[in-house]
Structure formats: structure tokens, C-alpha cells
């Protein structure tokens, strides 16, 4: 099992940076948790659905990235502090939102919300203009 715990939200103004952490230490047997797990991170305005924007896959970690991204968004991964991340630039309003980072077993479905099986509590991330 993995438990993500999301940090690094907060307030900036548009054209900004923002770099997410989240920590998913899980491991099964000796397997580390990257070796298992794609790790995705998902976001949430008020009022609308939850939505897939990257995600970094097991093992080779190949990435995924929504369209809205257009190149501004980085997902990577630290393979030995079990944490992943999301670096944002280019920030706009419409990129407020709560965000997400869940973990799902396997490669399937990386850009669905339902094929997520761990989620974290979120991180806010406010962008004024």
C-alpha cells in the first residue's frame, strides 16, 4: 500500500512558479515503490470535476501529460526519497485548484481518475492574475 502526502501548494500570481512534492513511501516486499506504482497527479477546481494532469509511469518512468499542460508542467520523480513532483511555471488563473497526487498499481488507465487506487488529502494551489 501507499499513502501520497502532497505539500509545496500556495499562493502566486499568474506567470509564476509552483514546485509540488508528494511522498509515497510505500514499499511491497523489497520492492521500492516506483517499481509498482504509477504515480499520477490529479487537480479539482470548486464546482468541477477531478482531472488528470500527469502522470509518471512504473519502472522507466515515461511521462503523461494533459493538454491543458502545453509544456509548462514537469512531472519527475526522486526514486530514493519515494517523492514525486510537479513543477509548474507559466501559471494562469485557470490553474487554480486543489491538486492530487494518487498512486495506481500497474500501467493502465494513467489518465483516469477511477484507476487510482491511493490518494492524498491535496495541496491547494491559488493563482491570482
Known amino acids: 500500500q501507499v499513502q501520497p502526502v502532497e505539500s509545496g501548494g500556495g499562493l502566486v500570481q499568474a506567470g509564476g512558479s509552483l514546485r509540488l512534492s508528494c511522498a509515497a513511501s510505500g514499499r511491497t516486499f523489497s520492492i521500492p515503490t516506483f517499481s509498482i506504482y504509477t504515480m499520477g497527479w490529479f487537480r479539482q477546481a470548486p464546482g468541477k470535476e477531478r482531472e488528470f494532469v500527469a502522470a509518471?509511469?512504473?519502472?522507466?518512468?515515461?511521462?503523461d501529460y494533459a493538454d491543458f499542460v502545453k509544456g509548462r508542467f514537469t512531472i519527475s520523480r526522486d526514486v530514493a526519497k519515494n517523492t514525486v513532483y510537479l513543477q509548474m511555471s507559466s501559471l494562469e488563473p485557470e490553474d487554480t485548484a486543489v491538486y492530487y497526487c494518487?498512486?495506481?498499481?500497474?500501467?493502465?488507465?494513467?489518465?483516469?481518475?477511477?484507476?487510482?487506487?491511493?490518494w492524498g488529502q491535496g495541496t491547494q494551489v491559488t493563482v491570482s492574475s
Open positions: 509518471i509511469g512504473r519502472g522507466s518512468g515515461s511521462t
Open positions: 494518487a498512486a495506481l498499481r500497474g500501467l493502465s488507465g494513467i489518465r483516469r481518475v477511477e484507476e487510482y487506487t491511493y
